[in-house]
């Protein structure tokens, strides 16, 4: 069969994970954890010599808002990755997107994380872009480009997909491939058969199988930057 496209309903969640005190709390006990003190952690964000202090203090009291910038800068030295510091409470991550952001930062669901992958599984990221309706409220949604021109004519390579990780991925419905050995691919999902997913790249004339155990998780692509 040809996956065809559904129209998504937006995935709205009843509020988006705010920043609040308990987070920036988790950043002072994750400093002092680490006998870092607030000067060498505010230059390592980004803040000059002389002002690092002061930054940091005000951001552990809740005075002053983080940029993503300062926000990644601090989590590398912390040694934890940005979503540690977003995340109020427990979080329940879903597969393949432990630490990501969600984009409750200075302005509470703009913005998500633009993932990257350098050739490999391990991904970085790599800016922010503003969330699109379809993802308002959802935990953990992010954006990526379309690698190549594999799913042509849905998407181009450099075409910027909206992923809901969150969301279940059924059959008939494009998906970001996580795979355990190499960067992701993005593949049209036709079936689940036993230990197989049957994956289409719509330029390709048959669909493959694959191992359920060579793939980390499937993430749902809601749309892209150039839906109308």
Avoid: F
Avoid at 29 to 53: C, D, F, N, T
Avoid at 126 to 138: E, F, I, N
Wanted: include cysteine; charged fraction near 25%; glycine fraction near 8%.
């Amino acid at each position: 069969m040809l996956c065809q496209r559904k129209n998504d309903r937006p995935d709205v969640a009843a509020a988006a994970t705010l920043w609040r005190m308990e987070a920036y709390e988790k950043l002072r006990q994750l400093r002092e954890r680490r006998k870092i003190s607030q000067e060498e952690l505010g230059v390592a964000m980004g803040y000059a010599p002389g002002q690092a202090r002061q930054s940091v203090s005000k951001i552990e009291r809740g005075l002053t808002k983080l940029t993503v910038d300062a926000l990644v800068k601090g989590a590398e030295k912390l040694q934890v990755d940005p979503g540690q510091l977003l995340a109020v409470d427990e979080l329940s991550e879903a597969p393949g997107v432990q630490g990501l952001l969600d984009g409750a930062i200075e302005h509470p669901g703009d913005v998500i994380p633009l993932v990257a992958y350098d050739g490999s599984p391990e991904r970085r990221i790599a800016g922010q872009v503003m969330r699109p309706p379809s993802l308002r409220g959802v935990r953990h949604a992010y954006a990526y480009y379309a690698p190549d021109d594999s799913m042509q004519p849905r998407y181009a390579a450099g075409w910027l997909l909206y992923v809901n990780p969150a969301k279940p991925a059924r059959a008939g419905r494009d998906v970001v491939v996580l795979r355990r050995d190499g960067a992701p691919i993005v593949r049209c999902l036709e079936a689940v058969l036993g230990n197989e997913y049957v994956l289409r790249a719509l330029s390709a004339p048959e669909p493959e199988r694959v191992a359920r155990a060579e793939i980390q998780a499937l993430h749902l692509i809601v749309g892209s930057d150039q839906d109308a």
